[in-house]
């Protein structure tokens, strides 16, 4: 238990679908941030939020939508997706986004899209 | 650019000790820190070097040269539970503290 939920754990979605990922953290982290985990490729930082703004978006296609109403909740909204976006979601919390590099995550959502 | 380097795999037999290595390429360098993500599970946090020098937390080691870009973990007394993939990662203060992850290195442990 990390401290870092996501929900749901896996997802299969046509590529006419919009579905959401959800990810709440019991830590009191001022940073959250998705990543995507594919196989044989490093993490890849999609969105960084500091205190509820957004402060890094890695040119992620905009068929990626994140939002963050809180500082607790992160959200990444899935519109016409690809074959190649199926992947390991994963989201993550700091104390800041500062901080000594620590990063708390959550058990990832599993995303296939057929 | 920015890079970190990693062995893809390495194999190493249960009660041994094991050396993971990482060289990374940033534009500005704040700290090396190290995973481990068990199949079908989250990355946890190691352990983190901001200086050079070796850090020990019971039966892992993170070690950091900052002059040779080069860092590695040390796994001691090798368990079957440490069969994981490891991932080095470096903080790039050039890149507003954005976290760098390397490819991971699979340990396989044999009995």
């Known amino acids: 238990e990390t401290g870092v939920t996501q929900t749901p754990r896996h997802l299969v979605m046509g590529m006419t679908n919009k579905k959401s990922l959800k990810c709440e953290q019991h830590l009191g982290h001022n940073a959250m941030y998705w990543y995507k985990q594919s196989a044989k490729k490093p993490l890849e930082l999609m969105f960084v939020y500091s205190l509820e703004e957004r402060v890094e978006n890695n040119s992620v296609p905009s068929r990626f939508s994140p939002e963050c109403p809180n500082s607790s909740h992160l959200f990444l909204h899935l519109h016409t997706l690809q074959p190649e976006d199926s992947a390991l979601y994963l989201c993550?919390?700091?104390?800041?986004?500062?901080?000594?590099?620590?990063?708390?995550f959550g058990e990832g959502s599993r995303l296939t899209v057929l | 650019g920015q890079s970190l380097e990693q062995p893809s795999e390495v194999t190493a037999v249960e009660g041994a000790i094991v050396q993971i290595n990482c060289t990374y390429q940033?534009?500005?360098?704040?700290?090396l820190s190290w995973y481990q993500q068990h199949d079908g599970g989250a990355p946890t946090f190691l352990s983190y070097?901001?200086?050079?020098g070796l850090e020990e937390t019971g039966r892992f080691s993170s070690f950091l040269s900052r002059s040779d870009s080069y860092g590695y973990l040390l796994l001691q007394e090798l368990q079957m539970k440490d069969s994981a993939s490891y991932f080095c990662?470096?903080?790039?203060?050039?890149?507003?503290?954005?976290?760098?992850f390397g490819k991971g290195t699979r340990l396989h442990i044999l009995p």
């Open positions: 993550a919390s700091s104390a800041d986004r500062g901080s000594t590099g620590e990063l708390f």
């Open positions: 940033t534009s500005g360098f704040y700290g």
């Open positions: 070097n901001g200086l050079d």
């Open positions: 990662a470096v903080r790039d203060v050039n890149r507003d503290d954005k976290i760098i």
